[in-house]
């Protein structure tokens, strides 16, 4: 029960990665896991799940993008639960859907969703920890935040770039008010839902070439992960990178 009694609030959790960490939290003990996504019928789906393995579910509507929004949500989160504990910044679209690498609204919509979305979420979801006494954010960057891809709208590795810069700033910021910070990095994971070329099997397995583990990894591998950061476990670790990657960036 490595998040016994915590309160966790995860964005994108509808599907994919997020909806599987919000599972594995419920399984850990976590006493309330709030998801949040644009996909209500899937979101409510998996709050009904989470809450049938016996943590409190529940699902908001929200767009990260939206400041008002997330002032509003966090608040519910404080009012219905009284702390906020974890939170993950998940939601994201992908840079492979964008065939034109100078698309101006391209580049808005990446940097909006994927970089200033976490932005947001930091900054409300630092409000409620501080009156919490404390708490643990995992931000989803990428292996397209360490490294470059030939094959990506240019704006998905800056947004991955941002939020991995983004969560070494705030970990210095607020290490002295017990805040972690710290990202994970997906590498070749089950495509997503925005994603374009690289959900094609043919540049999969091209891909996979490149990866010393010759495998794709699993969203149960990445959901561990963040995980562990925002466990007590990880206690003394803030703004770190975690490379979820099958050895991608080590070679
Ligand atoms: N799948 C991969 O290969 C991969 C690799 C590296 C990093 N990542 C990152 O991991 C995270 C999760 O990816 P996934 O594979 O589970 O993808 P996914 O598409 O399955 O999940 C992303 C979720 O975010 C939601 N979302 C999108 N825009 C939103 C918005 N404006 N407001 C609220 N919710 C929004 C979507 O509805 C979706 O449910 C993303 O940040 C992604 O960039 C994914």
């Given at each position: ?93 992908s840079g492979s859907a964008f ?45 397209s935040g360490i490294v470059g ?5 240019p704006g998905y590795n800056a ?93």
């Amino acid at each position: 029960m490595r998040l016994k009694g915590k309160v966790a609030l995860i964005t994108g959790a509808a599907g994919g990665m997020g909806a599987e960490t919000a599972r594995l939290f419920a399984r850990e003990g976590a006493e309330a896991v709030v998801i949040c996504d644009l996909l209500d019928a899937e979101g409510a789906q998996v709050a009904a799940e989470i809450s049938r393995a016996g943590a409190r579910g529940s699902y908001h509507r929200l767009d990260v993008t939206d400041e008002p929004g997330w002032a509003g949500l966090v608040d519910r989160v404080m009012a219905d639960h009284g702390r906020l504990d974890v939170l993950v910044n998940n939601a994201g679209i992908s840079g492979s859907a964008f065939p034109d690498l100078y698309a101006r609204d391209a580049w808005d919509k990446l940097i909006g969703i994927n970089a200033t979305g976490v932005f947001l979420g930091c900054k409300y979801g630092v409000a409620a920890m501080r009156k919490s006494g404390g708490g643990s954010i995992v931000n989803l960057s990428s292996i397209s935040g360490i490294v470059g891809q030939g094959y990506l709208h240019p704006g998905y590795n800056a947004s991955k770039g941002a939020v991995r810069l983004l969560t070494k700033s705030l970990a210095a910021q607020h290490a002295k008010e017990s805040i972690r910070v710290n990202s994970v990095h997906p590498g070749l994971m089950p495509p997503m839902r925005t994603s374009g070329t690289t959900a094609d099997p043919a540049h999969r397995a091209k891909t996979l070439e490149g990866i010393p583990m010759g495998r794709p990894g699993r969203a149960d591998e990445v959901a561990s992960a963040i995980l562990f950061l925002a466990s007590d476990e990880a206690s003394y670790i803030t703004g770190a990178e975690l490379a979820v990657d099958g050895g991608w960036t080590a070679v």
